[in-house]
């Protein structure tokens, strides 16, 4: 057998281009009705046969695929619209909880600060009554050298 004589299987692209052509060929009758009117000349009468325009019914999934062919750069930005509303609430969030964090630690530095402040005020109370004891005590020594001298003579 020739090879004429054999059917010959179509690629995608040859279905779906055949597909398109069938989808977008308006529907017409194959019924051809006769009009009972004749033609004529005169105005105001309209003897044409009208003719329903409709699209045939497809396949879904085509559809579909269609419609997101046609229609991907508004999805496109509706997805980078959504990201960027996402991670700017996610920063927002993220910058509460620093936020939060440094609050926390500058409550925890204005507590140091001020314990070191009271106790550099013991520190200062406690010198003053170091000093005063060291007084005593030098005073005290000297009594005892000064009654030392005393006794040797």
Same mark, same amino acid.
């Given at each position: 057998?020739?090879?004429?004589?054999?059917?010959?299987?179509?690629?995608?692209?040859?279905?779906?281009?055949?597909?398109?052509?069938?989808?977008?060929? /308006?529907?017409?009758?194959?019924?051809?009705?006769?009009?009972?009117?004749?033609?004529?000349?005169?105005? #105001? /009468?309209?003897?044409?046969?009208?003719?329903?325009?409709?699209?045939?019914? #497809?396949?879904?999934?085509?559809?579909?695929?269609?419609?997101?062919?046609?229609?991907?750069?508004?999805?496109?930005?509706?997805?980078?619209?959504?990201? #960027?509303?996402?991670?700017?609430?996610?920063?927002?969030?993220?910058?509460?909880?620093?936020?939060?964090?440094?609050?926390?630690?500058?409550?925890?530095?204005?507590?140091?600060?001020?314990?070191?402040?009271?106790?550099?005020?013991?520190? #200062?109370?406690?010198?003053?009554?170091?000093?005063?004891?060291?007084?005593?005590?030098?005073?005290?020594?000297?009594?005892?050298?000064?009654?030392?001298? /005393?006794?040797?003579?």
């Amino acid at each position: 057998m020739s090879i004429r004589g054999h059917r010959v299987g179509r690629s995608q692209q040859e279905k779906n281009s055949y597909f398109n052509a069938i989808k977008n060929t /308006e529907s017409t009758s194959t019924v051809v009705e006769k009009s009972s009117l004749l033609p004529s000349d005169q105005e #105001g /009468e309209d003897a044409s046969i009208v003719n329903v325009n409709r699209k045939r019914p #497809g396949s879904t999934k085509y559809d579909l695929i269609e419609h997101f062919k046609s229609h991907w750069i508004e999805y496109a930005i509706g997805i980078l619209v959504f990201a #960027g509303v996402y991670f700017v609430t996610d920063s927002k969030i993220s910058f509460a909880r620093i936020d939060a964090t440094l609050k926390h630690f500058e409550d925890f530095i204005r507590d140091v600060k001020s314990d070191i402040k009271d106790l550099t005020k013991r520190s #200062g109370d406690q010198d003053i009554k170091i000093q005063t004891s060291l007084d005593k005590v030098d005073a005290t020594n000297q009594r005892v050298s000064d009654l030392k001298v /005393e006794k040797r003579r």
